[in-house]
């Protein structure tokens, strides 16, 4: 059976482990709580981008003042994110994918990320080109109808046919046409809008170039050859530059629907790992308050064993106590002797322990007593020894004058020597009995020092 102290000790120091680890569990929580809110928060930031990218495209799609910034930082912010993601980041408080699952799922992101992002390098490119285009198209527009109305008006002078004029006058039309649809496609980048662009271009290239190579109608007036002239070589800049234009809205526009169809899979692909983020966590967390529970549990058990073991004590510390007033009643005297009125207010006012160590004093003061006793019995048996010995002799002596057989003169000194045997015998034990109680002396003592 192990002794109750060991029993304490082991129980202290059980309890002090799990309450350590309780406590330790409960900051390690706190703590991954805290990061896996800032793994998923930026996980979560993520989403945002795609949709702040996504958004920012088809803005500058029909801006009238392009500017990038926020383009540009939230590309960057992405590819940052994404990076200390896959990687880890100790400064940000973000730790590396913790499941194989989560770092594929990032890496398809990634594989997702890398296309999409060249795709908005792209349009970036393409948009920050097309507005010096579109503003040089608007502004030359205005130059091609004034000379086609220039045509017109010198074709009048000419007095040239109905049907020079009509067509020339259609040029005036065309031009204004092939910018309304110009602008419509850049704006709404509608199919239709290109073909009706180019339509019109055509038709307005192919009747300058009938104009150019007429030789008969050049040769009504100086004039119209030169405005001809000058209205071919503006037009073939013109031209060009419209065509550019409208080849590089149809670069965007198509790069736009990509946007537009891709950055969903994009958004979807960065949902599916914040979903594993916060799957992951919720996991972990309940795993650890589980353990908490258990730990609290084991704890809740040591402290029920304590109460039982303390109730123990306390009962074998009764027990030594009234075996400790016991012992005051060893000599035989009424109990109200010693249990006095003021030793009853003696006991209502003090510990246990104290009682004790009380009744302890009283038993030490009673074994003085007897090992004085006993030194003053030691002396007189050693006194009735003396003269044991002494009438011993005398009758020794007596018996030899006696005039009786040998058997019963054997006898008697045989019952002399008995009894001077009983009285040495008696005086040993006698001091046997005064070693033991001085001993008993001493370690009363030593128990009464240290229980104060």
């Known amino acids: 059976m192990r002794k109750i102290t060991s029993q304490i000790k082991f129980i202290g120091g059980a309890l002090s482990f799990f309450i350590i680890a309780i406590i330790f569990s409960v900051i390690y929580i706190n703590h991954k709580s805290k990061t896996d809110s800032v793994v998923i928060n930026v996980s979560g930031k993520q989403r945002m981008l795609t949709q702040r990218i996504s958004k920012e495209v088809f803005r500058l799609k ?21 990076f200390d993601l896959l990687n880890g980041n100790e400064k940000r408080g973000i730790y590396k994918p913790p499941t194989q ?36 198209v608007i502004e030359k527009n205005s130059e091609i109808l004034d000379i086609s109305d220039e045509i017109v008006k010198a074709m009048t002078r000419a007095e040239v046919s109905g049907e020079y004029i009509d067509k020339a006058g259609r040029q005036r039309m065309l031009s204004q046409r092939m910018m309304y649809f110009l602008l419509l496609y850049l704006n709404e980048g509608e199919p239709k809008y290109y073909r009706i662009f180019y339509e019109s ?22 004039e119209i050859e030169e405005l001809v002239k000058t209205n071919i070589n503006l037009w073939k800049v013109y031209s060009r530059k419209a065509q550019e234009l409208m080849e590089t ?14 950055n969903t899979v994009l958004l979807e692909g960065m949902d599916q790992a914040v979903s594993m983020y916060t799957i992951y966590s919720e996991q972990q ?56 009125e003021s030793e009853k207010k003696l006991c209502e006012q003090t510990d246990e322990l104290t009682q004790a160590a009380t009744h302890l004093e009283k038993f030490i003061k009673k074994i003085d007593k007897m090992i004085v006793d006993a030194q003053n019995a030691i002396e007189t048996s050693k006194k009735i020894a003396k003269e044991i010995g002494s009438v011993g002799e005398i009758i020794e002596k007596d018996i030899d004058k006696l005039n009786i057989d040998k058997d019963k003169k054997k006898k008697l000194d045989k019952y002399v020597d008995n009894t001077e045997d009983i009285a040495i015998q008696s005086l040993e034990e006698l001091q046997n009995s005064t070693l033991l109680l001085q001993k008993l002396h001493e370690n009363l003592v030593s128990i009464l020092k240290h229980s104060k």
């Not at 029909?62 to 994404?82: G, R, V």
């Not at 271009?201 to 100086?222: I, V």
């Open 201 to 222: 271009l055509n038709l307005y290239d192919k009747t300058l170039n009938e104009f150019y190579n007429d030789m008969e109608l050049l040769g009504k007036s100086t």
């Open 62 to 82: 029909t801006a009238n003042d392009i500017d990038t910034k926020e383009l540009d930082q939230s590309i960057e912010i992405f590819e940052k994110n994404l």
């Open 249 to 262: 809205q149809s670069n965007i526009n198509n790069i736009v629907s990509y946007v537009h169809q891709f």
């Open 101 to 136: 699952e989560i770092k594929e799922q990032l890496e398809r992101v990634k594989s997702l990320w890398l296309p999409f992002r060249q795709k908005v390098y792209e349009f970036k490119d393409l948009i920050l080109r097309i507005y010096d285009d579109k503003r040089y």
């Open 285 to 340: 967390r309940e795993t650890l308050e589980n353990i908490e529970y258990i730990l609290g549990l084991i704890a809740l058990v040591i402290m029920f064993y304590s109460s039982f073991l303390i109730r123990r004590i306390q009962k074998d510390f009764d027990e030594f106590l009234k075996h400790s007033k016991s012992l005051v009643k060893i000599s035989g005297d009424d109990a109200s002797t010693y249990e006095s």
